[in-house]
């Protein structure tokens, strides 16, 4: 392969038109174009997808190339034209991969300036960019205040559109790179505390073996900044405890296993020595716990009210398993974290599980990804394996 496929996309336009069409003639005419120029364009969007898209230069059958690349071209128009339409009726025919670049990059910084370092550009290159498209959508995409540029809410709109279309056509790229066995790109996933812990890298080193070729790039963070990577298509998946509901009607969640909160404190603590500890001196207690707002942070506290009394609140709040051990094991703290966590500090004798909180909800598992994601080989083998290796005996297919 050659370039990037979505340099151009009136060559993406003409293929998906070609390939519905069945006649270079008729796509060309649907595009505005003469044969001839439609000829050239489709023979430049073959060199950069790395050989032919159909078996018959002037239409016909698509190859397995084609075929690979027809249905991701397919939903990125789709999403990106119902932004399109919104604004103005000429914008499918107008709008240019740099132009969205360019929007998508201003709205992220608001600041042309910023957006033209990011981008690699002079900031009036992205200016300029901005207002041919202020000038097709009749209308201010921007507002300028003391903070910088506020997007609109039709900018606003868009940018998501395109953002998401050319997540998909990246997808594309990778699916003709692996036609050539070739990687492209890492997967980028989003881990929370739970998945860094055991169930990632045992799925990484079984996924390492399948795909020796492909790069993954772990992206570490806290729930919110994960789900706004991915609605922004910065990652790819994201691996933790799923929320009910889920937070974004574009997220889609999938449960892979079920796990229990655990309190815990090191071998020997007196909370462990000396029977049933009572509720009230455990909420008069150091905990280390999880962050407000988690999943097992409401547990931890729902536990105290049950009781009748008021969760601790000279807590020390974190995700960090390492954190929760070195003052577990070090200073005496009393733990809250999830068992799989620290399932490898319970079976080396380490920490115990108090005596109470057995009767803990199974908290579900899982992968999170946007809605309508559809991952390539490469991400499916992946996601696969991170089934395969879920703890034994709390697996859901």
């Known amino acids: 392969m050659s370039g990037t496929l979505s340099n151009n996309l009136r060559h993406l336009r003409l293929f998906l038109a070609l390939a519905e069409a069945g006649s270079l003639a008729a796509a060309a005419a649907q595009m505005g174009l003469s044969q001839p120029a439609a000829s050239q364009a489709l023979a430049a969007l073959e060199h950069r997808a790395g050989g032919p898209l159909f078996a018959r230069r002037m239409g016909g059958a698509l190859t397995a190339r084609g075929l ?162 991915l609605q922004r298509t910065e990652i790819d998946l994201m691996l933790g405890a799923l929320r009910d509901p889920a937070p974004h009607g574009d997220i889609c969640e999938r449960r892979v296993f079920d796990d229990r909160l655990a309190l815990v404190a090191a071998a020997g603590h007196p909370c462990v020595t000396r029977g049933v500890p009572d509720m009230a001196d455990l909420a008069q207690a150091d905990w280390v716990v999880p962050r407000s707002g988690a999943p097992g942070r409401a547990q931890f506290d729902a536990l105290f009210a049950a009781a009748g009394l008021s969760p601790p609140k000279a807590v020390i709040e974190t995700g960090s398993a390492v954190i929760l051990r070195e003052l577990v094991l070090e200073a005496g703290y009393l733990g809250c974290i999830s068992g799989a966590q620290i399932a490898p500090e319970l079976r080396r004798g380490q920490v115990s599980r108090l005596p109470i909180g057995g009767d803990l909800p199974l908290r579900p598992i899982g992968i999170t990804t946007r809605a309508g994601f559809v991952p390539t080989l490469a991400q499916a083998t992946l996601i696969a394996c991170l089934h395969h290796a879920a703890p034994e005996g709390r697996a859901h297919e």
């Open 68 to 229: 690979a690349l027809h249905p991701r071209v397919a939903r990125a128009f789709a999403i990106l034209d119902q932004g399109f339409a919104e604004l103005s009726p000429r914008l499918w025919l107008t709008t240019s991969h740099a132009q969205l670049r360019a929007l998508i990059a201003t709205v992220d910084s608001g600041s042309f300036a910023l957006a033209a370092a990011r981008l690699g550009l002079k900031p009036p290159s992205v200016q300029r960019a901005i207002a041919t498209l202020e000038a097709e959508i009749g209308r201010a995409a921007f507002t300028r205040t003391a903070q910088g540029l506020l997007a609109s809410r039709a900018a606003q709109s868009l940018s998501r559109a395109a953002r998401l279309a050319l997540a998909e056509l990246t997808q594309a790229t990778a699916e003709l790179a692996s036609l050539d066995g070739v990687a492209s790109g890492p997967i980028r996933v989003g881990a929370l505390p739970l998945a860094r812990a055991a169930w990632l890298p045992a799925a990484l080193a079984a996924f390492r073996r399948r795909c020796p070729g492909q790069a993954v790039a772990i992206v570490d963070g806290s729930y919110g900044a994960l789900i706004d990577a």
